[in-house]
């Protein structure tokens, strides 16, 4: 049986399902939703409840709206030297050089009897991860069985803010020589000229760092991908110097409910606790505001983790989902025994902290200065995990580091140079006119200060106290270069 006839017959059983009174299921849902015509609300089905957003139009079969079609590519002119004239192996594969790197990659075919060009779905590791393992324990088995080629290209450490992949950068860094966006583009086109890819479905997906690298692949390469699966990843940082318009695509964001955190490290780089679920929000409600792009996003309570019990629901949208139908195709009922949640609206991160810190201090500046560190870090549901001891070494305390007083004290106590004045006056201005928001992005203002105002000022005792603290933490002192060179570090 080839490809499209058993999609075929997956959308009739669904149908027969749905005549036989499973009301998850059937039609309905809101209006659209940042340009998407899928509709809007929760997906039927898990925690969620609901109608299927998609509507009645589960009978129709994207095969025949959108034909596969063989993306052509000459292996001879597009593969490394060690794939022009041999196929990459199924499972393990060494020697793909590419950029001056030479990677491994791991590679999973669909059975023979899937006939015709195939989806190609390109997994990303996390940290401390080997490509066949992210292939093991997302079950990547599962999108083979339903006709997918998935191949997972081995990490090599090329990120600067987070090593595992190239994906996160500075407003100054330059992003123009990417080795991994480099690996990717030279995979797809090397697995096209050995195997039957179609062009009109090619998929990204990745976990944690993983996921990472797939919001940085969405954003550069929306002409080629008919979308992916965002699985607990960082969203700040990820996106392009100059963003453009993204095409046609459908994604899905994943997390793993409130407590999807991670804490430990690679290379040098270590974070004490990071919380996923803002930046599954910003995520979310970045996509959906494309005007091409639809989006759904889908958490269960499971932590840090791949939401595996979702994969028939992950496979059956990203086909219902090919090039052209990125914004029509149908988004179906989430099984009820996934345990997860789903809906075709942007998901809103409600954090909630607030803190307000005292007004009164015997050195001027120092009440400001805390409440800039409050507004642009403690409060933030990203940064606020990942520099926790760094706060509470500033004096903050309490529940979530809610309590300013202690910063207070800390700033008066730190600050008793001369040139202290000059620096508490630069950073009380800064904080006078800055907006602070959520995710990495939201807290640079009070890190852009800190590099400005403790710039060359080598005397001033509370930059020395300051960056002292903050460089307890290896990953936001890439932030700091101010710090490092005041820490001789650099």
């Not at 509709?39 to 409840?49: F, I, L, Q, Y």
């Not at 993306?71 to 192996?89: G, I, N, S």
């Not at 989806?119 to 324990?137: I, K, M, Q, S, Y």
């Not at 006078?432 to 959520?438: I, K």
Request: proline content about 6%; some cysteine.
């Amino acid at each position: 049986m080839n490809f499209r006839g058993r999609f075929a017959l997956v959308s009739m059983l669904t149908l027969l399902s749905a005549a036989c009174g499973d009301s998850a299921a059937t039609g309905g849902g809101g209006g659209d939703s940042g340009g998407s015509n899928a509709g809007g609300g929760n997906v039927g089905g898990g925690e969620s409840g609901g109608a299927d957003t998609g509507g009645g139009g589960a009978s129709v079969d994207p095969y025949e709206q959108v034909p596969a079609e063989p993306l052509e590519r000459d292996a001879m002119a597009v593969c490394p030297a060690a794939y022009k004239t041999t196929a990459p192996a199924e499972g393990s594969n060494g020697e793909f050089d590419v950029a001056e790197q030479s990677r491994d990659f791991y590679l999973l075919l669909p059975p023979a009897s899937f006939e015709g060009p195939r989806p190609l779905l390109v997994g990303f590791n996390g940290t401390n991860e080997e490509a066949e393992a992210f292939v093991t324990r997302t079950k990547m088995s599962e999108f083979v069985e339903q006709g997918f080629i998935v191949v997972a290209p081995q990490s090599v450490g090329n990120g600067t803010v987070w090593p595992v992949w190239d994906a996160m950068h500075g407003p100054d860094d330059d992003d123009s020589a990417n080795k991994d966006l480099a690996t990717f583009d030279a995979l797809v086109d090397c697995l096209a000229g050995h195997f039957p890819v179609d062009k009109n479905r090619i998929y990204v997906t990745g976990h944690s760092a993983g996921g990472i690298m797939t919001n940085y692949l969405l954003q550069r390469r929306a002409e080629l991908l008919a979308g992916g699966i965002v699985a607990s990843g960082v969203f700040s940082l990820t996106q392009p110097a100059t963003p453009a318009p993204l095409d046609e695509m459908f994604v899905v964001v994943t997390w793993g409910g409130d407590e999807d955190e991670y804490n430990g490290g690679t290379g040098e780089v270590e974070v004490p606790a990071i919380n996923f679920v803002e930046q599954a929000s910003l995520a979310s409600n970045f996509y959906d505001a494309e005007a091409d792009v639809a989006q759904a996003a889908c958490s269960a309570p499971v932590g840090h983790a791949w939401l595996d019990k979702l994969n028939p629901w992950l496979i059956e949208t990203l086909l219902n989902h090919p090039k052209g139908l990125g914004t029509s195709g149908v988004v179906p009922a989430v099984p009820e025994d996934s345990g997860a949640t789903c809906s075709t609206d942007p998901f809103e991160y409600e954090g909630g902290l607030q803190v307000e810190c005292p007004t009164e201090t015997t050195v001027d500046g120092c009440a400001e200065i805390c409440q800039f560190y409050a507004d642009c870090g403690v409060e933030n549901g990203t940064v606020g995990g990942v520099l926790g001891p760094q706060f509470q070494a500033l004096g903050f305390s309490g529940t979530d580091n809610a309590d300013c007083t202690g910063c207070i004290t800390h700033c008066e106590d730190a600050s008793t140079s001369a040139a202290d004045v000059a620096v508490l006056d630069c950073m009380q201005t800064a904080q006078a006119s800055s907006v602070c928001g959520p995710g990495i992005d939201g807290a640079l203002p009070v890190i852009d200060a800190i590099n400005a105002c403790c710039e060359n000022q080598t005397e001033s005792s509370y930059c020395i106290d300051t960056c002292t603290i903050l460089a307890e933490n290896s990953a936001v002192l890439n932030f700091l270069p101010t710090c490092s060179a005041l820490l001789g570090l650099r």
